[in-house]
């Protein structure tokens, strides 16, 4: 696998978040992402984390990924991605939160996001011919991305590529859109494809955006546990931006297409 084009530094991010801390107070990435109220955020819950699109040509694969996944205990979607709102309803009830007002809540967010679930299809296609779905890297043995790579799933979704001779990408999606890029899994045999997956990873927040600035905190503690973790990322990229690089409107095409269209030479160096 590549490795990293650059050393990321944690204690650039620590330093930023001083500013929006009451206190000005220094905290490490682990004290931030447990504190959202010290920065006066409540409510992170649908954008605090981030979703996997599962792509191939093959929609045999497709099926059979998805099948796997399922039995498997992760939260599996069809073609759109609701973000974890099944798994936020049942977060509130268990808190005790009356179901009327959950309800009120969650509508103004499937509202937001023009989610309509009659319209949701178990498998989507996009206009390049290829299939997807959704799913949350989560399950009773896995909370974060990083977790998800040190057990044998990857493995058996390369066996199914393998299979069907075609690749699988899983691509990073999060309603912010600062996190972009994935994970590609050849399809080769296993003593080969350790070395042949390709990872690219970029992290994208403007730094005076509280909020997108302590995201990217949480974000980077499901990506790698610790610091020393970020360098088994592949291509990583960490981009602190006075304004956004991308507009919105192309962002689709960027996480969609991006695996497929990776040239290791935009990827700029970051100072240690």
């Not at 006066?40 to 059979?64: C, G, N, P, Q, W």
């Not at 890297?137 to 790579?149: A, D, I, L, R, S």
Request: aromatic share 12%.
């Amino acid at each position: 696998m590549d490795k990293p084009v650059s050393k990321i530094n944690y204690r650039h991010l620590e330093e930023e978040m001083r500013k929006f801390h009451p206190s000005f107070e220094k905290l490490s990435i682990d004290e931030i992402v447990k504190n959202p109220k010290l920065y006066e955020l409540y409510s992170t819950a649908l954008d605090d984390h981030f979703t996997i699109l599962v792509r191939s040509a093959d929609i045999k694969a497709i099926m059979e990924a998805k099948k796997y996944l399922m039995q498997k205990g992760f939260f599996v979607m069809g073609d759109r991605d609701i973000y974890g709102l099944t798994q936020i309803e049942e977060d509130y009830l268990k808190k005790g939160f009356p179901q009327k007002d959950i309800d009120s809540v969650l509508d103004k967010v499937k509202n937001y996001l023009g989610f309509d679930k009659k319209k949701e299809e178990l498998i989507g296609k996009n206009k390049e011919g290829d299939y997807y779905f959704y799913f949350m890297p989560k399950n009773e043995k896995v909370n974060t991305w990083h977790e998800f790579k040190q057990e044998t799933y990857l493995d058996e979704l390369n066996l199914i590529a393998k299979k069907s001779q075609k690749s699988i990408d899983l691509i990073f999606s999060q309603l912010g859109n600062i996190i972009y890029g994935g994970l590609k899994l050849p399809g080769v045999a296993m003593e080969e494809y350790k070395d042949a997956y390709m990872e690219a990873v970029n992290v994208q927040v403007l730094k005076e955006d509280k909020r997108e600035m302590f995201l990217a905190c949480r974000i980077l503690k499901q990506l790698a546990d610790k610091e020393d973790d970020v360098f088994d990322l592949g291509l990583f990229q960490l981009l602190l931006c006075e304004e956004p690089i991308f507009a919105m409107e192309e962002i689709e095409e960027i996480y969609l297409d991006f695996p497929n269209e990776i040239d290791e030479n935009t990827f700029l160096s970051q100072e240690s």
